[in-house]
T-cell receptor, first 112, second 114 residues
Framework: AQSVAQPEDQVNVAEGNPLTVKCTYS??????LFWYVQYPNRGLQFLLK??????LVKGSYGFEAEFNKSQTSFHLKKPSALVSDSALYFC??????????FGTGTRLQVFP | DTEVTQTPKHLVMGMTNKKSLKCEQH?????MYWYKQKAKKPPELMFV???????INESVPSRFSPECPNSSLLNLHLHALQPEDSALYLC?????????????FGPGTRLTVL
């Protein structure tokens, strides 16, 4: 069965510093991976996805993610964090029945 | 129009009430989804409609009844809910259920069952 794991419940980073939110996956076949962000009391917003092609995927709001097949990882990154990036981040994988399987989420806290 | 709208934003209901949640998209998407999300947890899939037909029911209790009147609308009818059904209910849509396109989420309906 397809699954993703987000090993960190919370990530703290100072504004202006680079940030990384980790995600590892377990799939049979080709992985179709997604990152979403959720602000308090809001729906999820799509950030980026990996389907095929370049391992470095660029997305919305300056975020990017690196697909690493050997490490089965799809970490979310941003070169310079903003306080407004503070939110809940979900990694997800599309399974063979087209369902999105979400990780448990990582809360990102960016301090001024 | 590139958004999914949901009404109402908030809903408080008693266990004997009947209410409905509504979701709408005008992006021409042919797949629509209902998710339930508890606080600080990931969304849990409830139902998937593909080309206006129910394609996935994740063993959801019958007190939740989905309906897809047309390709732009998705309803979730609620009846005899339990307090543990209190959650954020999210609707989403995607271009084509058979492809690997991203899902677009609405802002959700915050449901409280008393």
């Amino acid at each position: 069965a397809q699954s993703v794991a987000q090993p960190e419940d919370q990530v703290n980073v100072a504004e202006g510093n680079p940030l990384t939110v980790k995600c590892t996956y377990s799939v049979s076949g080709n992985p179709y991976l997604f990152w979403y962000v959720q602000y308090p009391n809001r729906g999820l917003q799509f950030l980026l996805k990996y389907i095929t092609g370049d391992n470095l995927v660029k997305g919305s709001y300056g975020f990017e993610a690196e697909f690493n097949k050997s490490q089965t990882s799809f970490h979310l990154k941003k070169p310079s964090a903003l306080v407004s990036d503070s939110a809940l981040y979900f990694c997800a994988v599309r399974d063979v029945t087209d369902k999105l399987i979400f990780g448990t989420g990582t809360r990102l806290q960016v301090f001024p | 129009d590139t958004e999914v709208t949901q009404t109402p934003k908030h809903l408080v209901m008693g266990m004997t009430n009947k209410k409905s949640l509504k979701c709408e998209q005008h992006m021409g998407h042919r797949a629509m989804y209902w998710y339930k999300q508890k606080a600080k947890k990931p969304p849990e899939l409830m139902f998937v409609y593909s080309y206006e037909k129910l394609s996935i029911n994740e063993s959801v209790p019958s007190r939740f009844s989905p309906e897809c009147p047309n390709s732009s609308l998705l309803n979730l009818h609620l009846h005899a809910l339990q307090p543990e059904d209190s959650a954020l209910y999210l609707c989403a849509s995607s271009q084509d259920p058979a492809s690997y396109n991203e899902q677009f989420f609405g802002p959700g309906t915050r449901l409280t069952v008393l």
